[in-house]
């Protein structure tokens, strides 16, 4: 006999100790991957010396989308807010720390870019846990898309003096919108068309 839980679905397609042991295994795989890919930056960097503070951006980036996905995975009620609120937050912080430093530029530069390419690419994640606020991330998608494409245009005015992070940020977010909007359905489809005529 089928019980009705309190957000609609049936208990027999989403059972609550299958849900449970997939938060767990989850947890455990993003944590591991970041580990590695941490590891694996430091190692090249070890490898390959360069005077690009590029290792502990990117360990900075993996720690961000890391706490980003923790937050996902823990129920909070719009982690795509929360991601947003985030990438807003830190880029701004960064800015200011830089300026009030001698603005050396490392936060346009290498900071903020990769904020942005972590966070869309969290905020796919976020799909693919919590599938069921599709449009609403693919509306914060948008609004990161759109900061993707401000921090290409800080290099073409010549505030951002590195290139590839901002080509890097504009091209990940670029994508990972368009693959949002490929694969929605089609009342998601039909909400963008009419808010953004597209």
């Known amino acids: 006999m089928e019980t009705e839980p309190a957000d609609g679905e049936t208990a027999d397609e989403y059972p609550y100790v299958r849900t449970r042991f997939s938060r767990r295994l989850l947890i455990k795989t993003i944590t591991f991957l970041a580990v590695v890919i941490a590891a694996v930056s430091f190692l090249i ?3 390959v010396p360069t005077d690009s503070p590029w290792v502990f951006i990117t360990a900075a980036a993996i720690v961000y989308v890391w706490i ?3 937050n996902v995975i823990r129920n909070a009620r719009n982690p795509g807010s929360i991601m947003l609120c985030q990438l807003l937050t830190v880029s701004g912080l960064t800015f200011v720390i830089d300026y009030l430093t001698g ?8 900071v903020i870019p990769f904020l942005i390419s972590g966070s869309a690419i969290a905020i ?4 693919v846990i919590r599938p069921i606020k599709y449009r609403a991330y693919t509306l ?13 245009m800080l290099w073409f005015i010549g505030a951002a003096e590195v290139e590839w992070p901002s080509v890097m940020a504009a091209a990940v977010s670029v994508i990972c919108f368009a693959a949002m909007v490929v694969f929605a359905d089609r009342s998601t489809r039909n909400e963008l068309h009419k808010r953004f005529h597209f």
């Open 68 to 70: 980003s996905m923790m």
């Open 45 to 47: 960097n070890h490898l």
């Open 103 to 110: 603005f050396h530029r490392w936060s346009v530069n290498y």
């Open 124 to 127: 796919v994640l976020c799909i």
């Open 140 to 152: 914060y998608q948008l609004v990161i898309t759109i900061l993707g494409a401000l921090a290409l």
